[in-house]
C-alpha cells in the first residue's frame, strides 16, 4: 500500500452513497470547500434531482435553488467494468446503518473501493460500525463521522437543514494499516469537508463522540419509537422521561465508563440532553420516522452494540435490555412486512414455539 | 351487619356491571341457573339489545338468538331514587379495571350498593383490584372471580363465546367482616353460577388464580399491546418469546414466590401458557385490542400492582418494569386522545422539562 494521495491531487476525487439529508448536506460542504468533486449515489430522488437539482433550504447555506453535485448516478460505480473512473479517495457512508438487514455497508460500496487507497468514512450512528468495514477492507483506512446536523429531505430533492452542521471526525482503529495513516486520512477528511459555514472538528479518540451521542439515540431515539411519541410529549408526560429515557441514557453513562476507560459522560449533559430538542418543534426522532413510514430500523449499532458490549464488560442495562428486544420485534414486523421473513398460517413441524395450544 | 339472605330468596337479585363478552356470558350464566334474576347495565349496546336482544354463538351454550336477561337499563340503578328495586345480592363487575382513569369501580357501583347486604363480585384481572372496594364498602363482602372465557362482542349485541366458561371463584380478604361472611357469600355465588354447561370453581385462597392469570396477562397481553403484534407472530418471531415473553412470566414466577407464599407456579405451566393460544388463531390479547381501538388499557392491576408489591418485597422485576413504563405511555397518549391531560403549544412555566432546548 503505497502512501495516500490527499495532498498530491487538486481536488478529492468523493463518492457520496446515502444522499438523504445529511449525505446531501456532506455533499454540499465537501463541494463548497473547493477540494472536493463529489459523485452522489441518488435512489429515490435521483428522476427528481437530475431534473431540476437539489432545493436546499439550509441555516449554514442559505437558500440554494437547483444545485446538483459533479456527478449524481443511481448505480454504486463499479471500478471494474467503470475504466473512466478515477478511485475515489473518500468514500462518505451516509445510509442508515442496517446492521440486521442485507446487504451490508461493506457489501453496497465493495464495488467503488480501491484496495490501500480509498479512505471510507462513515457518517453513520452507533458502535462498531467499522468492524465489518475493516473486515471486508484491511487494507483501508476508515474514518468515523458523528454528524451533530439537523437536514431532512421531503419531498424528493428538497432538503431543510435546520441545525448548524457540526461534524466530529476521528479515525477509526485498523489495526492492519498504521494508525498515522489512518489518522491522516481522517485530518485529510476533516479538510475536505470543511468550509467556513460548517464546523468540523478532528478528535483524535473516536470513544467520546460516538458515546455521546448514543446517549440520546438509545434512550429519546428508541422510546419515540416504541411509543410512537415525539420528544415534546415525552417530556410533558414527565413520566416517559423520568421511567424511561433517564434510565436508559444513565445506563449508556454507566457502559461507557467501564467499556470505553476515560468516557465520562456527566449528569448535567445528560440533563442537558433531557431538554435539547426545541419544546415547540414536537421533534419525531428518526428511528420514530422510520417506524411511522414502514421502514427499517437502525438498532443494532444503537443499542444492540452497547448492550453486548456491556454484557461483556459485566454492566447490566436492564432497560435498553427491554428496549431492545422491543425493537428487534418491530423490526421483525417490517421484516414480514417486506417478506423477509414468512408467517406460516399453521404450525409447521420444527417451529420453536408450535405446539398447538387451545385454552 | 345481618346474615345475607342467600337461602332465604327464591331467585338472587343480581345486576350485572359491564356487557361485553365476558358480562353477557355472565349473565346467561346465571339465569341459565334459574337461581337468578339479573339487571343488565348496557351501554353502547343498549339500543341494540332492546331491540332485538343479544345473539350468541357460546361453545357451552349453542346458539341463541334475540335472548334478553330479565332487566336491561342504560344506567346504574340508584337505589335511594328508585325505590321499587330491591336491594341487590350479587353486583357483578365485569368492566375493564381502570384504576387510573375515572370514575372507578367503587365510584361506578356505588348507587346501587346496599351496605352491609350487597355482595360484589368482581370478575376482572389483576391484583389488588378489591382493596378500593372493599375501602368503599366496608360492610359488604367482595367476592374474587377470575374468568377463562374467551367471548367478543362484535358487533353491538353479537356475542361469539369460543373458549369454554371456567370461572373461579374465592373470598376476597374484607377485613371488617368475618371471614365466613366472605367465604359464604363466594359460595352462594357459585352456586348463582353454576349451571350444566359452565365450570365454576370454589378456591378458598384467592392468590394462586390471580397470580396464575398474571402469567399471561403480565406478558403476552402486555407485550403485544406495545409491538401490535398477535401470540402467533410472537411465537413465529422467537425472539419476542425468548427475549420479552418468558423473562416476564419468570418475573411473575418469582414474584409469586415472595409476594404470596405457597404460590408455586411451575416453569412446566409457564412452557404451557406459552403455546396455549391455538397458532391458527392468530389471537389478539385484549389489551392489543384496545390499543387498535384508541380505548384505555387495564395495566395498573395487571403489571402496576404486581410491580409494586414485588418492589415492597425486594423482588425486581427488570423487564415488567420497563414495559409498565411503556403501558404507562401509552395510556398518557390515549389520555391525551380523551382530552384528560394536556399538551401546550408552547413550554410553560413550572413545566419539569419545559426549559427550551436547541440543538
Not at 483506512?141 to 419531498?155: D, H
Not at 457502559?255 to 440532553?273: K, N, S, T, Y
Amino acid at each position: 500500500m503505497g502512501s495516500l494521495p490527499y495532498d498530491s491531487v487538486p481536488k478529492y476525487n468523493v463518492l457520496v452513497v446515502g444522499s438523504g439529508g445529511v449525505g446531501t448536506m456532506a455533499a454540499y460542504a465537501m463541494e463548497k470547500s473547493a477540494k472536493s468533486a463529489v459523485t452522489a449515489v441518488l435512489r429515490s430522488n435521483y428522476a427528481a434531482v437530475k431534473r431540476r437539482g437539489f432545493n436546499i433550504d439550509s441555516r449554514d447555506h442559505g437558500n440554494i435553488i437547483g444545485w446538483k453535485p459533479t456527478h449524481i448516478r443511481e448505480t454504486i460505480p463499479d471500478l471494474a467494468r467503470e475504466a473512466h473512473i478515477q478511485p475515489y479517495d473518500f468514500i462518505v457512508v451516509t445510509t442508515k446503518n442496517l446492521a440486521d438487514v442485507p446487504p451490508s455497508v461493506a457489501e453496497i460500496i465493495a464495488p467503488a473501493v480501491t484496495p490501500g487507497r480509498t479512505a471510507i468514512a462513515l457518517l453513520q450512528n452507533g458502535l462498531n460500525i467499522e468492524r465489518p468495514v475493516v473486515a471486508a477492507f484491511p487494507s483501508n483506512p476508515v474514518i468515523s463521522g458523528v454528524p451533530y446536523i439537523g437536514a431532512i429531505e421531503k419531498p424528493a430533492g428538497t432538503i431543510k437543514h435546520v441545525n448548524h452542521d457540526r461534524l466530529i471526525v476521528s479515525p477509526f482503529c485498523n489495526p492492519n494499516i498504521p494508525a498515522s495513516v489512518s489518522e491522516e486520512a481522517a485530518r485529510s477528511f476533516r479538510d475536505a469537508y470543511s468550509c467556513r459555514a460548517v464546523t468540523c472538528e478532528y478528535e483524535p479518540d473516536v470513544r467520546y463522540a460516538r458515546w455521546r451521542k448514543l446517549l440520546y439515540n438509545a434512550s429519546y431515539n428508541t422510546v419515540a419509537a416504541i411509543l410512537g411519541m415525539d420528544t415534546s410529549r415525552m417530556r410533558v408526560s414527565e413520566h416517559v422521561i423520568d421511567g424511561l429515557v433517564r434510565p436508559a441514557m444513565r445506563e449508556i453513562q454507566a457502559a461507557a465508563r467501564v467499556v470505553a476507560p476515560g468516557v465520562e459522560l456527566p449528569d448535567e449533559l445528560i440533563e442537558e440532553l433531557i431538554r435539547i430538542d426545541t419544546y415547540e418543534g414536537f421533534f419525531k426522532p428518526s428511528m420514530l420516522q422510520d417506524v411511522e413510514k414502514g421502514k427499517f430500523i437502525e438498532f443494532e449499532n444503537i443499542i444492540g452494540e452497547p448492550l453486548r458490549e456491556a454484557e461483556k464488560h459485566g454492566v447490566s442495562m436492564p432497560t435498553l435490555k427491554v428496549v431492545y428486544a422491543l425493537l428487534k420485534g418491530l423490526q421483525w414486523k417490517t421484516m414480514e412486512a417486506n417478506g423477509l421473513v414468512e408467517v406460516p398460517r399453521d404450525c409447521t413441524p420444527g417451529m420453536k414455539y408450535g405446539k398447538k395450544g387451545g385454552r
